[in-house]
């Protein structure tokens, strides 16, 4: 992976991790968060986007961009909103 899709990945787990901590609190408090989330879902959905071009413009093994374009789609799959 090159040093720019590392990158993306690491935001994206950054992004994840912020949502999924918004959605605990609110869950414990009684808040509601859905604007808030689907403002990070949109990044998330942005990121996704941007390393999924990364992977078709990189020169990598078969095995290594299956694995990175899996991860990409989990990464957006967990930012998803309802």
């Known amino acids: 992976m090159s040093p720019r899709s590392r990158g993306i990945v690491q935001l994206m787990s950054e992004v994840a991790n912020k949502m999924w901590e918004q959605a605990a609190d609110a869950f414990g408090k009684r808040d509601r968060v859905g604007q808030r ?3 990070e879902d949109e990044e998330m959905d942005i990121l996704h ?5 990364e992977v078709e413009a990189e020169e990598m093994t ?3 961009a299956a694995q990175v374009t899996l991860l990409a789609r989990f990464y957006e799959r967990l930012g998803d909103t309802p």
């Open 49 to 53: 986007e941007s390393l999924t071009r």
């Open 62 to 64: 078969v095995a290594i």
């Open 37 to 39: 989330l689907a403002e």
